[in-house]
């Protein structure tokens, strides 16, 4: 059935005309839509038969905000002209300063241009647990429609500049706290509640409030500069590299000095030229590349349903085991945890409860939550509890022999349906499944650490996997908040298959001469979490050696073979979990760099051999990131050639979630087509020519770069999913 889009006004009897706007699903604002409000608001002001107007949202949401696909029509053409001019014509002209009085009716949620629309109404009624928000910062803009004007009026400075730098959203309970929203209505008295406020205030029984003009919950100038100053600091602190961040704390503090109206025009200035910026570039790529994972063809346009999941068994109570049934019970599924004895089957059950005591003392969650997830659990260390569970993920340590006994001896004790999932970060699903019957179910559910707040799920699939059981993991993973992104199956999968080169490359060049401390500080600085050598302190060195071979085996073409892990190690240091590796780590202290490691670096130096002439190289900061980062991408173009992601996006999100490659960048795809498949082959190529075939261009890098074409664009026949 085609979408219902437009803007309706019905006049009743009363004399309220109510204006309704539908879009689905979320009655988001597309240009029809802006420009039927216009025409109703200009039509209701006219008419003599309206007294009062009511606006509102079909389909129980009020609205979900301007629609982003113009964004994204912008950042395809660079042409700004399709953005309408609204803040003054539509919200401040015809609506805010209308003679006739304009209540807005809010159901389900007002975010965005949809909560900038509403506080230019002359008042709010909102139905409960409706979701009110200004998030535009995480699409690298700023709050246009006047929202950075009218929420500090309406909810005070303090709290306005806290929605807004975070982009949090507040109920409408605390909307109504805060002044935010003067009704809450059950659902079914919402239209009839609005109509007789806006008769009310017609009449003058109501106050006729203008959110522009209003200056109660401002406060002084010398206060207002106060939490202004605070509110930069925080900015400087959670998004240093964002400039709306920053901007938006200009373009209200214009409103504070020179008033409302003087800052909603700054506010379009600001506006206009944040949308163009990469920074909204790659967050707007980011937004609808997360929302494109959740369509996977053959399994999601199947007309398949999801099974419930109400019971899983997890084996392994160790590092990702109890993350992964911390995860489950804190979205109230029934946990099994499975151990080898009763000292390590306590170790795991503690684990979770930290986990969980963990979020209750950082305030993420309520001792009550708490208590009803730690009830869910229960420790076991036999598979009687497994008759009746509707799935399995097997996380215990990484060997070949030991996941196909456990996998041979699942299919005896669970029920037919159940799913049977790995949570291998390495080994191929053929290779596990192999001693069963049941490859159609079994499945790759492969967690990042840790589990319970990392939010990528990857969903590795073999050929052999029914598309049910991808649906239903797909499914587990959003009732868990996780984003489930589906991947094909090869040795590292997706995202760490991307990223082994990333280590690779560090030590590299490492071994060419170049200060280890130096290439983490210029990686975090181009907005990585952190550099390569502290990542390896975190996950510990005894894994990197483990998978090593693996990777070797499959890879071995294009590695470089450094022999500092092993050393690494042998000097004691296994990195953040024994309080050593190349930082020094101590209790309530951040990581220090260790000067004395240098000396195990200088013996892999010697021992590799590849400084030219014996002498370190010389690189700019530039040239660091491309030498770790264009393998990278190298490697990523491998991985889309052969067809393991469904879209190049997908990889873009597995490496924002999975790795905290930054956002803001969109991605390591789109961060690659910025730069251009061009540019990025040609630095390869000299890298590859001076210091050998670990930088060697792929195929499809080749092609790409030759032929004019964004590595992002797929060619579908190669798709193995
Ligand atoms: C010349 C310059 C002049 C300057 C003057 C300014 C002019 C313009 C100013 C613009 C003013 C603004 O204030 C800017 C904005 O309003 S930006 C948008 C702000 N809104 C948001 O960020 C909300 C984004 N959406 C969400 O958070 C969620 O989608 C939510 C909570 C609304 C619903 O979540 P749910 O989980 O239920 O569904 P999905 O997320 O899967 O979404 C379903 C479907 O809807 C699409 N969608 C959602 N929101 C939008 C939107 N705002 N625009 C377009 N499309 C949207 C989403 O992509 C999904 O689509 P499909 O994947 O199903 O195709
Ligand atoms: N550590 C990491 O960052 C990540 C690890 N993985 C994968 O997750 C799996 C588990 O890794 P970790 O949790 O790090 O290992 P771990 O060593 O911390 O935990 C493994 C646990 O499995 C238990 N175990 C072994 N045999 C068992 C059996 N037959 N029945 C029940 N329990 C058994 C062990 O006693 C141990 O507690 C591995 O396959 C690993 O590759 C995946 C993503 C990230």
Redesign the pocket.
Known sequence: MAKKIGVTMDVGNDGVAVITISNP??N?LASPIIAGLKEKFRDANQRNDVRAIVLTGNNGRFC??????VFQQVHKTGD?SV?????VDLVCNLMEDSRKPLVAAVEG?A???GL?LAMACHARVSAPKAQLGL??L??G?I???G?TQRLPRLVGLAKATDMILLSKSISSEEGQKLGLIDALVPPGELLSTSRKWALDIADGRKPFLRSLHRTDKIGSLSEARAILKNSRQLAKKIAPKMPQHHAVIEVIEEGIVHGGYSGVLKE?EV??QLVLSDTAKGLVHVF?AQ?ATSKVPNVTDAGLKPRPIKKVAVIGGGLMGSGIATALLLSNIRVVLKEINPEYLMKGIKTVEGNIKGLVSRGKLTQDKAGKALSLLKGVLDYTEFKDVDMVIEAVIENIQLKQNIFKELEKVCPPHCILASNTSTIDLNVIGEKTNSKDRIVGAHFFSPAHLMTLLEIVRSENTSPQVILDLMAVGKAIKKVPVVVGNCIGFAVNRTFFPYTQAAHMLANLGVDLFRIDSVITSFGLPLGPFQLGDLAGHGIGLAVGPIYAKVYGDRMFRSPLTELLLKSGRNGKINGRGYYIYEKGSKPKPDPSVLSVVEESRKLTNIMPGGKPISVTDKEIVEMILFPVVNEACRVLDEGVVIRASDLDIASVLGMSFPSYRGGIVFWADMIGPKYIYERLKEMSETYGSFFKPSRYLEERATKGMPLSELKSSRSRL
């Open positions: 699903p979320v988001s979900g905000g301007f629609d982003i696909n700004l953005m309408p001019e609204v803040s949620l975010l965005g241009g900038e998030p535009e995480t699409l803009v709050p246009g429609f929202g379009a506006f206009r609808f929302r």
